[in-house]
């Protein structure tokens, strides 16, 4: 069965950092792209940023600059450095990953249990 469980979510000061990290873990062939979104209170879930196998990224309009995503494909992990944080980062931050299985199998999107981020003094 494959997961993906994230970790370094809590809470932070207007201006400090957090790191994000999420790892696949069960039987996989192999992982394409793999992204980060967040869902605030009362608002659709949106993408933060996202990474592909390769290693090109993009983000959002409203992060760039602040936060940096990257991926250790050895350890199956995505990782979200925010910096500079903002109470408008506050949200639950979800990652997902295009999984494939089996070498002939195709690629379904798995996501993570999300994981919370609350930037307050």
């Known amino acids: 069965q494959v997961q993906l469980v994230e970790s370094g979510g809590g809470l932070v000061q207007p201006g400090g950092s957090l790191k994000l990290s999420c790892a696949a873990s069960?039987?996989?062939?192999?992982?394409?792209?793999m992204g980060w979104y967040r869902q605030a209170p009362g608002r659709e879930r949106e993408l933060v940023a996202g990474?592909?196998?390769?290693?090109?990224?993009n983000y959002a309009d409203s992060v760039k600059g602040r936060f940096i995503i990257s991926r250790d494909n050895v350890k199956r992990t995505v990782y979200l450095q925010m910096d500079s944080l903002k109470p408008e980062d506050t949200a639950v931050y979800y990652c997902?990953?295009?999984?494939?299985?089996?070498?002939?199998?195709?690629?379904?999107?798995?996501w993570g249990q999300g994981t919370q981020v609350t930037v307050s003094s």
């Open positions: 990474i592909t196998s390769g290693g090109s990224t």
């Open positions: 069960g039987i996989i062939f192999s992982i394409g792209a």
């Open positions: 997902n990953a295009e999984i494939k299985l089996t070498r002939y199998g195709v690629k379904s999107l798995y």
